[in-house]
């Protein structure tokens, strides 16, 4: 026979205040400690999180009041094991977190909404993945979708590093000795903001600037792409992507061609991005503290372990100390 306890939760070995404890220890310092500290298993930790977790969402609805969200994705393992994450722009919290990466996920979540406050977003922040704008556009017709620029200044440092790479590629066939080492140590400096510069890289740059046109060519691109992004007036923002995509579309450099091509295929969304000067560096910053979280919740085997972890600590569901609160 099994009896309800007040002292303990159900299918728990612990006590109540014991789990509390644990999982509080947790979120405020690292798996190791928690496990010397109060000498239990850390998988033992992942399954207390999960019942105090979910014991602390009981009443609460995270989901309420949703107008702004960025929605993303995070690996957890390797072999394409992903989660994908919900953030709130105007409070900054995890609201919804699961397992998947794919159009069911997505769906998962708008049903956990519901139909009415559904309506009711205003603006949602995602990158170009056809599974997440596909579902927002079905169930959230009335969202502005935009697009990070976060985002979009990654595609053309992808682009530029395509270009160094074929640069790189055809005097290291060559056997040129001097250039090849040059450029692809030139990778840094090409990569980082100017303003990030150090003197060596600075010097490499001005290097690539006098020996290598093209490539010089595909920074000072990829350089004009964030300029727009982040420009504060939104009329100038719109008029400099005109002009950066006209000189896109022209320089005959073929990864900044194709480039050019994305941007206006996404450009609704990256001009809404700029008109209401949002980002998803709060959903970035969000999955910064995620991979530091997955990194402390090494050793759980379920995912809904590392799930409870990161809603206890970004989400607002952290218990207080037993007898503090």
Not at 183 to 206: F, I, M, V
Not at 238 to 251: F, N, P, S
Not at 307 to 325: D, E, F, H, Q, Y
Request: glycine letters at 6%; charged letters at 30%.
């Amino acid at each position: 026979m099994v009896a309800e306890v007040p002292w303990a939760r159900p299918e728990s070995g612990f006590k109540r205040d014991f789990e509390q404890q644990c999982a509080w220890l947790a979120v405020q310092t690292s798996r190791t400690a928690v496990a010397h500290l109060m000498r239990v298993a850390w998988r033992s930790v992942g399954r207390m999180l999960t019942r105090v977790a979910d014991e602390r969402a009981e009443g609460r609805d995270l989901l309420d009041g949703l107008r702004r969200i960025g929605i993303d994705e995070l690996s957890y393992r390797k072999g394409h094991k992903y989660v994908t994450v919900v953030i709130d722009h105007d409070s900054g919290r995890l609201v919804w977190m699961a397992p998947g990466r794919d159009r069911a996920t997505v769906h998962a979540f708008f049903d956990a909404l519901g139909e009415e406050r559904s309506r009711q977003l205003k603006l949602v922040s995602a990158d170009a993945a056809a599974w997440i704008n596909g579902v927002v556009a079905e169930r959230a017709p009335k969202a502005k979708r935009f697009m990070d620029p976060f985002h979009v200044v990654q595609w053309a440092t992808d682009a530029l590093d395509e270009v160094r790479r074929s640069v790189w590629n055809d005097p290291r066939k060559q056997g040129d000795a001097e250039q090849a080492p040059p450029l692809k140590a030139a990778r840094w400096a090409l990569w980082k903001n100017p303003e990030d510069l150090n003197a060596t890289q600075r010097t490499t740059l001005s290097w690539v600037a006098h020996l290598n046109e093209p490539l010089y060519r595909a920074y000072l691109l990829k350089e004009g792409l964030r300029t727009v992004c982040h420009q504060k007036s939104y009329s100038k923002a719109k008029a400099r992507l005109d002009d950066w995509l006209t000189w896109a579309c022209r320089c005959r450099i073929d990864p900044f061609v194709k480039l050019s091509k994305t941007v206006r295929r996404h450009r609704t969304a990256i001009e809404s991005a700029l008109r209401n000067r949002l980002s998803n560096a709060v959903v970035e910053g969000k999955n910064t503290q995620l991979r530091l979280l997955h990194r402390v919740a090494h050793g759980f085997h379920d995912v809904k372990a590392f799930i409870s972890l990161a809603m206890l600590k970004l989400g607002g569901l952290c218990p207080p100390l037993p007898g503090r609160g």
